[in-house]
């Protein structure tokens, strides 16, 4: 009869196996929480928010909404209104103006609003807020076009802004490692 093969040679290895088996399975249980929250249903997400004001019955703000290929068009972001002055003073959270509007997959949609609309007066700031499902909406702009020949100010979404910083932080540090000759040696 051949001899029971012995795991380990002392107490001290079965601590140690032990101790690895129980954070092996802590590890394990860590990641697989972390899978299960991150395959989740999809999150409501901020898309824009700016302020714009109408000054001219000729002024217009402008939502663009684009859309992932793969959006639901039975999804819809939806287009928050508020006086900027309450909002900014009291957090009030009562809009103006709301507005759903439906995906188009793989399209942009564009959604305009002046101060013909009777929730929106003339010499007034708004907040303008887009709130979308993250899996749907993929960007969301907001344009004020004046009446003027100059045309309007766009204000730039969070994604645009992160973008441009990151292209800043390249350049500045692709300059950083050339030296006087153009040679990109870090100056040595």
């Known amino acids: 009869m051949s ?3 012995q795991l380990f ?16 399975a802590a590890a394990l249980t860590i990641v697989l929480v972390a899978a299960i929250s991150m395959t989740g249903a999809a999150a409501t997400a901020e898309f824009a928010n700016d302020t714009a004001e109408l000054t001219d019955d000729n002024d217009t703000i402008e939502v663009e909404l684009h859309w992932f290929d793969e959006a639901n068009d039975t999804e819809h972001a939806t287009i928050y209104f508020y006086n900027a002055t309450e909002y900014e003073g009291d957090g009030s959270d009562e809009a103006v ?4 509007e439906d995906a188009d997959p793989g399209n942009v949609t564009l959604s305009e609003f002046d101060s013909s609309h009777e929730a929106l007066e003339l010499d007034t700031e708004y907040r303008i807020i887009v709130e979308g499902d993250d899996e749907h909406l993929e960007d969301a702009h907001i344009t004020l076009n004046t009446g003027d020949a100059d045309g309007g100010a766009i204000f730039a979404s969070d994604t645009q802004r992160n973008g441009v910083i ?3 932080l390249i350049g500045g540090a692709y300059l950083l490692t050339r030296d006087g000759n153009g040679n990109g040696n870090g100056g040595q």
Request: hydrophobic residues 40%.
């Open 166 to 168: 990151v292209l800043a």
């Open 97 to 100: 103006l709301e507005r759903a």
């Open 9 to 24: 040679n002392g107490r001290k290895e079965y601590k140690f196996a032990v101790v690895g088996y129980i954070l092996g």
């Open 3 to 5: 001899k029971p093969r």
